[in-house]
């Protein structure tokens, strides 16, 4: 299994890091992807991260990024307005960031790529008006171990 941690939070930054992945595909390779859009902010690009994420994956996981005082399911049901009806069976929402990335462990096969788009290096999560420590890079390799993958 191959993981990538990126910081892509954007429409363009999303798209443009699944079409590198997508380039270095051999073919039968899954790409799974694990994505939120942050709380109290820019809510248009929401559906376009749901489209672009579901027209360059096999499989995604939405998730939360940085709720801040939104609901994550409130964000995620955004996301997934962009989704195409003929994608909606590859879709899955687990508000947990932790669980999500478990998830997408968990399904992937040898040789899959799994993408955890939207916090790159930030080592925190934030949760209402808290501040959390979150790496999505340790919760990546810990599952990766765990599993034996």
């Given at each position: ?94 508000p ?12 992937a ?13 930030e ?27």
């Open positions: 299994v191959v993981g990538i941690v990126d910081y892509a939070h954007t429409p363009d930054a999303l798209e443009n890091v699944l079409k590198t992945i997508k380039d270095i595909r051999t073919g039968n390779e899954m790409v799974i992807t694990v994505v939120g859009c942050g709380g109290d902010r820019d809510r248009g690009k929401r559906p376009l991260m749901g489209r672009i994420a579901c027209q360059f994956s096999d499989q995604v996981i939405f998730t939360s990024d940085n709720p801040r005082t939104e609901d994550p399911n409130f964000i995620i049901e955004e996301m997934q307005k962009g989704v195409e009806p003929i994608d909606y069976k590859k879709t899955v929402a687990i947990s960031r932790k669980e999500a990335i478990k998830m997408a462990v968990s399904i096969h040898a040789g899959d790529i799994l993408l955890i788009a939207g916090k790159g290096h080592n925190y999560q934030i949760v209402g008006d808290q501040t959390l420590p979150f790496d999505d890079m340790q919760v990546l390799n810990e599952t990766l171990k765990v599993l034996d993958k």
